[in-house]
Nanobody, 117 residues
Framework: QVQLVESGGGLVQPGGSLRLSCAAS????????MGWYRQAPGKQRELVAT?????????KYADFVEGRFTISRDTTKNTVYLQMNSLKPEDTAVYYC?????????WGQGTQVTVSS
């Protein structure tokens, strides 16, 4: 059983930065893929970034990231981070932590990110 708890959302100015955290209830080494999705009002949930925990970590970003975001992990804290820089109003969404292991998908409760002047 895996629980994912997110934090770090909030209100920031355009061009500002924010770091999201996702704490897992078990070792993230045991979770094959972890990452972040987001969902804006009236839109479908979309992938932001993932990291696959293999012998070499495979990291993927959505095109809209454009080099602005960085996904990372801290295995000692069972935590995955999303560092977001140069935020735009269109980044406003609920951001969800995601984990995948075997046939199972795990989701956090979501944290609101609002980018506005």
């Amino acid at each position: 059983q895996v629980q994912l708890v997110e934090s770090g959302g909030g209100l920031v100015q355009p061009g500002g930065s924010l770091r999201l955290s996702c704490a897992a209830s078990r070792s993230i080494v045991s979770i094959y893929t972890m990452g972040w999705y987001r969902q804006a009002p009236g839109k479908q949930r979309e992938l932001v970034a993932t990291v696959t925990l293999t012998s070499v970590n495979s990291i993927k970003y959505a095109d809209f990231v454009e080099g602005r975001f960085t996904i990372s992990r801290d295995t000692t804290k069972n935590t995955v981070y999303l560092q977001m820089n140069s935020l735009k109003p269109e980044d406003t969404a609920v951001y969800y932590c995601y984990g995948h292991m075997g046939p199972y998908d795990y989701w956090g409760q979501g944290t609101q990110v609002t980018v506005s002047s």
